[in-house]
């Protein structure tokens, strides 16, 4: 019984964090200055560390550890100053005219704190503005010199430290994690050769095809300029009014109405870099280049219900999952996957590959695995680092290029031009976050917050009096070269506003993705646009819709319609007359049944509900065999606390079925002990639990008289085809319950279960 969650430390490498000494202040007189680690050869950090170790990465993993030092601050066991440096007697009071006086104008140290405070916030990203990030280390599986000449691909083994930020698009900075929405996935690796930032998606296609729609997509899809709602949604008119006007977003809708639009966790989604980008090998020579990120714990989504479920009662879910994943040391990881095609390939394709609207399907292209991606440390500073990090398109490093993408060309312009309002000036690349590791010296100068002290009275060149320095690498000292990619058709050299012919073509990968999905995810776009339809306001724009979602399934189409109790309209007109023939019909590779992952349910969050009376033995056999597996498992009672258990041992409940909702878990354990389950059976908040876990298509499972909690919520193990649900297991013996039960968990989900609507 010892074994409780309680018991464990919730993280075993800041072991003081929930100690007994937490939040006590020592008394006046009594600070205690950290016990010293000097070490010869030691960083700054690690002299100066105080007992919150868990966020330093072990030795050589995370390089850019070492640069931040100068600019890491530790208060532990330091005096209070001004910003000046002038040591605060009391930082309590404002100097006054006498105790009941007014206060006066000359309390610098009052006026310094209130004027720093006024200023504390910073515009929001305009898009992507809500976001988590975290450091760690990309390292190459091989030498790939022979495509690229690119740092972090030099030999196999080669660690590159990256800092990696997730994102919803449409919300506000404060908005939730489990809206329905596009995840950004940006990579920023700091690089012996400066810094390349891979800022992806986690659905390789777009909504457009060429940068001039950007600003009027974002209109669309924002909160209404009116009255500012909806926040963190895309069901409203303005959005599904433009996208019903842009055929070519259809694919991308697919995606958007798909599970992918509702990752269960940051760790099991996908991430693409959309575009067709470069890679160029140290004699110049270049290929054409599709990047993935594919999760290790596989691709797993929320349910839609749930979904909406966990922003009311956790908005931060996706940043507390990333969190504590590393902390408790279950480290998200992707592998990097490359499809290469020459352009001579691409020339062939029936889709054009500078249209961001279409992917390659990896039956056409395979995709090859070239390195992962292991996050392990938390960032120390959410704004400091989160916040500041500035991701920009247009850094790119020897070894890689840019193609014509219409959509690409706006972005290598914007991402620089945002920072500059955003963080303050053109020396964004300065905050710490954002500065490369490899040495930056060139002739810019000034602006504003430049931290960098440029010494001599030379910032020019060519010149003389410095001795021509810094002079330029030339393409043999492996300065950037851009790929002299010739243009591919006559008409291309002429200066027009239009576009490829086969831009026009926008429903066959629409079908593909469509009739690539499972049944159950075919269902759950279905749904998707059902919802979000029914919430537009304006019939011709759903009639608009339809008609659009006609051309890329008749199936789907009517599924909505009949949804939405409306009759089908006619089919849009195609823009295309004739389109090639698609090479691929289906793309098992889409659905994300594919990447089940390692099978392992390491990270999974399961709770183990307890009262008093409770079979002890039982509970600790199965939350012993579930930390065993790397899930973490919480006991929850009606209150926190002790729970007595049938043999009179304490039992710690760390979580209360009011404080963590059971939609927050991914599998459910009813307890043993009939004394338990008649103190749960009078808690209306056990049903809940057992009927979201149910409705969510989550495992269950009851041991002893925990299945009398079953039956009194009306869940029936069998299906409506008669066999036996596969997630809901009644066991008599915790040993071998846990066991069948890991293994059920490792499947996720039983969708076998789900009806529309739901039964329960
Ligand atoms: Fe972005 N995008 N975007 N975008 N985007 C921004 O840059 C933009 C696009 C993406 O965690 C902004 O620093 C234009 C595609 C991510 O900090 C801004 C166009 C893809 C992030 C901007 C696109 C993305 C952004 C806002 C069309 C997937 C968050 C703040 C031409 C490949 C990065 C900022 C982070 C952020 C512009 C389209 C991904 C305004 C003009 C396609 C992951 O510069």
């Known amino acids: 019984v010892q074994a409780t969650a309680a018991a464990m430390p919730y993280n075993t490498t800041k072991a003081g964090e929930h100690g007994a000494a937490m939040g006590v202040a020592p008394a006046a007189g009594q600070h205690v200055p950290p016990p010293s680690r000097l070490v010869t050869g030691s960083t700054l950090s690690e002299t100066q560390m105080n007992d919150k170790v868990g966020t330093l990465a072990p030795e050589g993993v995370n390089a850019a550890i070492a640069p931040l030092d100068r600019v890491r601050v530790d208060s532990a066991g330091q005096v209070l100053t001004t910003n000046q440096g002038v040591r605060i007697a009391d930082n309590q009071n404002s100097l006054k005219a006498g105790t009941r006086g007014p206060v006066l104008l000359e309390d610098f140290i009052l006026r310094e704190k209130i004027t720093h405070f006024d200023h504390e916030r910073i515009p929001e990203r305009i898009v992507h503005a809500r976001g988590s990030a975290a450091h760690g280390y990309f390292e190459a599986y091989e030498d ?41 996935f940006a990579v920023k690796f700091y690089t012996d050769d400066g810094n390349w930032d ?17 600003p009027d997509l974002v209109h669309a899809v924002k909160p209404e300029p009116h009255h500012q709602m909806p926040q963190a949604a895309s069901a409203h008119d303005t959005f599904w009014d433009f996208v019903s006007l ?4 259809t694919h991308m809708l697919m995606w958007v109405m798909s599970d992918r639009a509702i990752p269960r966790s940051y760790a099991t989604m996908q991430g693409f870099g959309v575009h067709t980008y470069r890679l160029v090998n140290a004699e110049g020579q270049s290929v054409l280049v599709k990047f993935h990120w594919n999760p290790k714990f596989g691709t797993h989504s929320l349910t839609w219900d749930e979904a909406v479920k966990i922003s009311g009662a956790d908005p931060d879910y996706h940043r507390r999952d990333l969190w504590e994943r590393i902390e408790s040391g279950a480290c998200p990881e992707w592998e990097l996957g490359i499809q290469v095609f020459t352009e001579e390939d691409a020339a062939r394709f029936s889709f054009d590959i500078l249209d961001a609207t279409k992917l390659v399907p990896e039956e056409l292209v395979p995709v090859r695995p070239v390195g992962r991606m292991v996050l392990n440390r938390n960032p120390d500073n959410f704004f400091a680092e989160t916040e500041q990090v500035a991701f920009c398109v247009a850094h790119v490093i020897p070894g890689l290029d840019f193609t014509n ?18 963080l303050g000036g053109p020396n964004f690349h300065e905050i710490p976050i954002n500065s490369p590791i490899a040495p930056v010296h060139n002739n810019q100068r000034d602006g504003f917050h430049r931290q960098a002290i440029p010494r001599g009275r030379v910032s020019y060149e060519p010149n003389s009096l410095a001795g021509g320095c810094p002079f330029q690498a030339g393409a043999a000292g492996q300065g950037f070269v851009s790929v002299a990619a010739r243009l591919r058709n006559r008409e291309d050299s002429a200066k027009v506003r ?118 002890g033995e039982s509970v600790v056999t199965v939350q012993a065999a579930l930390f065993e597996q790397g899930a973490v498992a919480r006991i929850s009672a009606p209150r926190i606390g002790p729970v007595i258990t049938a043999d009179g041992v304490e039992l710690q409940a760390d979580v209360s079925l009011e404080n963590e909702p059971g939609f927050l878990f991914d599998a459910l354990v009813l307890p043993d002990g009939q004394e338990a389950v008649e103190r749960l059976a009078h808690e209306g908040h056990t049903y809940e639990f057992i009927r979201d876990q149910y409705r969510h298509c989550k495992t269950i499972l009851a041991l002893g008289a925990g299945e009398q909690l079953l039956r009194a919520a009306g869940i029936d193990a069998t299906l409506p ?28 989900r039983h969708f076998e279960r789900e009806t529309d609507p739901p039964v329960v």
Not at 155 to 169: N, Y
Not at 410 to 419: K, L, N
Not at 606 to 614: E, N, P, R, S
């Open 144 to 184: 790939l010199s022979e495509l690229t000449m690119a740092a972090p691909f030099k030999h196999a083994g080669k660690r590159t430290p990256v800092f990696v930020r997730f994102s919803t698009v449409q919300g506000e900075r404060g908005s939730k994690d489990t809206a329905r929405d596009v995840r950004g």
């Open 198 to 214: 891979l800022v992806g998606n986690n659905m390789p296609v777009f909504f457009i095809q060429d940068a001039m729609k950007f």
């Open 246 to 249: 842009m055929p070519e977003s």
């Open 405 to 422: 993408d219409p959509l690409l060309a706006g972005r290598i312009h914007s991402y620089v031009d945002t920072q500059i309002t955003r």
């Open 498 to 615: 239009a576009k490829p012919e086969l831009f026009a073509e926008h429903y066959h990968q629409a079908r593909l993705f469509y009739e690539s999905q499972t049944p159950a995810e075919q269902a759950h776009i279905a749904a998707a646009f059902r919802f979000e339809l029914s919430k537009v306001t304006v019939p011709a724009i759903r009639e608009r819709m339809l008609s659009s979602l006609l051309n890329a399934s008749p199936e789907l189409a009517a599924r909505v319609a009949a949804g939405l109790n409306t009759p089908l309209p006619e089919p849009m007109p195609l823009a295309i007359a004739r389109a090639p023939r698609p090479e691929v019909k289906r793309s098992p590779a889409l659905s994300l049944m594919a990447r089940p992952g390692d099978g392992s349910i390491a990270g999974r969050k399961v709770v183990i509900l307890a009262a008093d009376g409770v079979a």
């Open 721 to 748: 085809s008669g066999a036996m649900d596969p997630g809901i297991l009644i066991d008599n013996d915790a040993a071998s319950g846990a066991e069948a039960f890991i293994r059920a968990l490792a499947r996720h």
